[in-house]
């Protein structure tokens, strides 16, 4: 077909699978085994039916913003908010990369950024991580002589492979790119790595990224936002509302408000997922399984004799579902989502048989 010849075509992301059905231990796609804060159910039977006759009208629309600027200590004109974190990223590819110079991120890494970097035509460069799995801060400083990139991203921990990089180094990477925009997505933060946050007093060039999916167990609400200096806001706010005034529906921004609020259940469910997370790494290790330390809530696993392929499918048979990519340098390992305790000791049992 002629019309062809002028489609946007796109490779489009593949996430983890959903199976629907029940009984499945799905610890692929790093979703929260522990419900949203109780404060979250109390707040959805308030809601009213008729306010959703309305555009989120007012006071709505900035109260999320303002139960984050309260969490974290930032006024609100430093807060973006978006339909989940992936949209936030998606903008600020959109708003920040436009220089016609090719971006830089880890060759292994959140496969939805090559993904955003072809949809909106913006070259790229990935720095291959170390023989660790570690970002090399170096590849992120200009060289005199190398031509300029056109911004930089990089998750903190990284995913897949869980591994933090320490603050002190982000705000090295950031003081040597100030002519580009660093977005750094801190999706796993808030188990146990220390957020680049306290930066953006600093560097007005610095976008740190967060997102309700998975410390704040609200995956299916999609919300995400983005902290930086009120002028990078302003630009991403701008470019927002010429694509989708509305992006956050009247439920999420309150349900939202209501999760930020409970800061002791937040703690406590973190809490548990890192102790749950410790004792894999001892249990996994015990099983011949090799990992590089890891601060979110997933193990980035190899196994010593069999192959991560096999385990993959031997799993799926058992109804435990992890993920596996079948990617130049990571072919031989898999992804572990922390679950429930219960959820675990029934992923030690099934790998105990088959890794015999
Ligand atoms: C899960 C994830 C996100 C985005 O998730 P949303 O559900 O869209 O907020 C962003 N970055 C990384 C690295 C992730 O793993």
Known sequence: MKWEENVRRVVPYTAGEQPGRKGVIKLNTNENPYPPAP??????????????????????QTKLASALGACYGIDTDRIFIGDGSDDVLSLAFLTFFQ???????????????????DLYRIPYRCAALDSDF?????????????????????????APTGVLMPVEEIERIVAANRDVVVIVDEAYIDFGG?????????YDNLLVVQTFSKSRSMAGMRIGYAMGSP????????????VNSYTMNYPALELGAAAVEDTAYFKECCGRIVRTRERAQQELGRLGFTFPRSYANFLF??????????????????????????????????RITIGTDEQMEALYRALESIVQ
């Not at 220089?99 to 970097?117: E, H, M, N, Q």
């Not at 031509?147 to 930089?152: E, I, N």
């Not at 196994?303 to 991560?308: K, L, N, T, W």
């Open 301 to 334: 696993v190899s196994h010593e004799r069999v192959p991560a392929k096999g385990i993959f499918e031997k799993l799926k048979e058992n109804d435990i579902y992890v993920r596996y990519w079948d990617k130049e340098r990571i072919s031989n390992h898999l």
């Open 194 to 202: 220390t957020s680049c946050l306290p930066l953006v007093d600093r």
């Open 99 to 117: 220089s016609g110079r090719p971006i830089l991120f880890p060759d292994i890494t959140y496969s939805f950024y090559p993904v955003w970097a």
């Open 134 to 158: 570690k970002i090399r801060v170096e590849d992120y400083i200009p060289k005199a002589g190398e031509s300029p990139v056109g911004g930089v991203v990089f998750p903190n921990p990284n």
């Open 39 to 60: 404060g979250v159910e109390r707040r959805l039977r308030e809601l009213e039916t008729d306010r959703m006759r309305l555009y989120p009208p007012f006071p709505e």
């Open 231 to 242: 002028k990078l806001i302003r630009y991403i706010n701008d470019v927002k509302y010429s």
